[in-house]
């Protein structure tokens, strides 16, 4: 499932992006409500997390909003220390859940799973792929789809790359890369993930010419980013 994440806090918004995905999830993202909506005009969502301040707007203004564009989304609103007049009203607001801040992992991935399964699959027929920046991501098959072709790549492939674009322009950590793709497993040699990181670039085109950037962050890890079509162009 494709979930979106608002939260300012960018040390938490790691720690749930991390549990969400560990949870065979994939997450978005979103330090503002504003950005999350834009991005809901035009890809498909079957979960919405929320800070009870969404960055501009308190979640009780955003939940109407995000249903307006996506009708029956699902929303879990976080908050810290929440008293019970501020639980009350994010659930009058159509909050489907609350939880407390800082989230504990199992209880919120139990919550979500739950609250998705409550849900049911309501994705539109053409919306029944991952679609971030381009790239529509088949989870059953392992297979992403861009520029009219599909590229078939391996479950660690798959993983690894959808864990990238979950994180666009974010850097990713080796020690994030190992928990996901390879379950934390102590064994994996660095070479290997630098490998699996080039199919990934390979398969998928990410070249600064073609609008994406793949780049090794020296003794960290790896960034993805969207490079602007404008800035290709001058480039050339």
């Known amino acids: 499932m494709r979930i979106a994440l608002i939260e300012p806090d960018l040390r938490h918004a790691e720690l749930i992006g991390r549990l969400i995905f560990a949870g065979g999830h994939a997450c978005q993202h979103f330090t503002v409500s504003r950005a999350f909506l834009d991005r809901a005009a035009e890809e498909f969502f079957d979960l919405l997390i929320t800070e009870n301040w969404a960055g501009d707007h308190c979640a009780e203004d955003v939940i109407p909003h995000a249903r307006a564009i996506l009708p029956n989304l699902p929303v879990i609103v976080l908050m810290t220390q929440p008293r019970e007049s501020q639980v009350v009203a994010a659930l009058h607001a159509g909050a489907d859940d609350c939880l407390s801040?800082?989230?504990?992992?199992?209880?919120?991935?139990?919550?979500?799973?739950?609250?998705?399964?409550?849900?049911?699959?309501?994705?539109?027929?053409?919306?029944?792929?991952?679609?971030?920046?381009?790239?529509?991501?088949?989870?059953?098959?392992?297979?992403?789809?861009?520029?009219?072709?599909?590229?078939?790549?391996?479950?660690?492939?798959?993983?690894?790359?959808?864990?990238?674009?979950?994180?666009?322009?974010?850097?990713?950590?080796?020690?994030?890369?190992?928990?996901?793709?390879?379950?934390?497993?102590?064994?994996?040699?660095?070479?290997?993930?630098?490998?699996h990181a080039s199919r990934v670039r390979s398969k998928l085109q990410l070249?600064?010419?073609?609008?994406?950037?793949?780049?090794?962050?020296?003794?960290?890890?790896?960034?993805?980013d969207a490079i602007p079509l404008e800035a290709v162009v001058e480039a050339g």
Not at 105 to 134: C, F, K, Q, S, T
Not at 150 to 161: H, I, N, Q, S, V
Not at 166 to 194: F, G
């Open 101 to 195: 801040k800082p989230v504990r992992g199992p209880e919120m991935l139990a919550r979500v799973n739950a609250l998705l399964r409550r849900a049911g699959l309501r994705r539109p027929p053409n919306r029944r792929r991952d679609v971030i920046g381009g790239y529509a991501f088949d989870a059953a098959h392992c297979a992403v789809t861009f520029r009219g072709q599909t590229a078939e790549l391996t479950p660690k492939e798959f993983r690894l790359a959808l864990l990238l674009f979950s994180n666009l322009s974010r850097p990713v950590s080796r020690a994030q890369i190992l928990e996901t793709v390879w379950s934390r497993r102590r064994d994996v040699k660095s070479r290997t993930v630098d490998t």
């Open 207 to 224: 070249r600064p010419e073609l609008g994406y950037s793949l780049t090794p962050l020296y003794g960290y890890g790896y960034q993805l």
